[in-house]
């Protein structure tokens, strides 16, 4: 064992050389691809690069820095016969992006099948777990539903005219057949700042909890400006999960929300006359996708 060694460190020091945050992948494409721009990339790149770091030790006695591609192909293959296809997919893109990037590795198949699981809830299960939570986690299930909110958007979620919406070439039928709803901001995954929209009943009920002044709040490693007294981020997503598993006797997350309010603007989308490649392509923006591929996984009940 090497001694004064931290392998979380070691992971740690790599990566943060290797990412910028706030920088636009919309507005410099190039630059994006050098370097991590979102917080929870970052995260997720460490923890990966750390269980990297640990194998390295345990089996070849070597530091992170001084891995090559015949460590990494050892290590995919043993991760490749345990894990899922995404713990290996993640394993693969890290290494390469911070240690392999002029000789990444290919794609590596999981040996264990991943199932497509709908994690959407239906609307008698959102409505028993309102009924059974506390008014705080009630109202979050609520808002996180009606408006395909992600947990920590329930942190930033703003009026309108406190944040600019970001510069995208936003589709004109975004909210079809919401347009009686109320409009707000979110500072969303990848600093995209999107509409949404929120009934008038949740508007009010929401705006009861403005704060007299924005303050900040702490969310993983970033610091976000929350302007409404609202549950979200880890505790709404640890709060969520404990209520689901007690009165559902399972739970798909906080997350599964969202899928609910994909599968249900789908549907509503399509009542409104889209075709379903047009419906899909609307509600990747109203989700802060912009990519069909994300989308469609949140439509998983068909």
Known sequence: ???NYDPVIAAKKLVISNTQHGLSR?????LAKEKISGVLTEVAHVSSLTQYAKWLIETKEKHLKNSNIADAQKYLEYKASTCLQSTVS?????INFHILRASPIPFVAAKTATIPKDRAYTRKQIDLLVEMAHPALGLAILLAEDA???EMELLSIAEVLSLNESDRPWCQERFSGRSDDVAFVVWGKGRLVRQVRLSESLAERMRELLRPFPVRVAHRT??????FELLGGHLLSSQFGRLSMHILGFSNGAHGLRHSFAQRRRNELLCCGFSLDEAVLILSQELGHFSIKNTIAYLRDE
């Open 1 to 3: 064992m090497m001694k």
């Open 26 to 30: 919309h507005k410099f494409p190039e």
């Open 90 to 94: 993640l394993a693969r893109q890290s």
């Open 148 to 150: 395909g909110l992600r």
């Open 222 to 227: 970033a610091h976000l400006i929350s302007h």
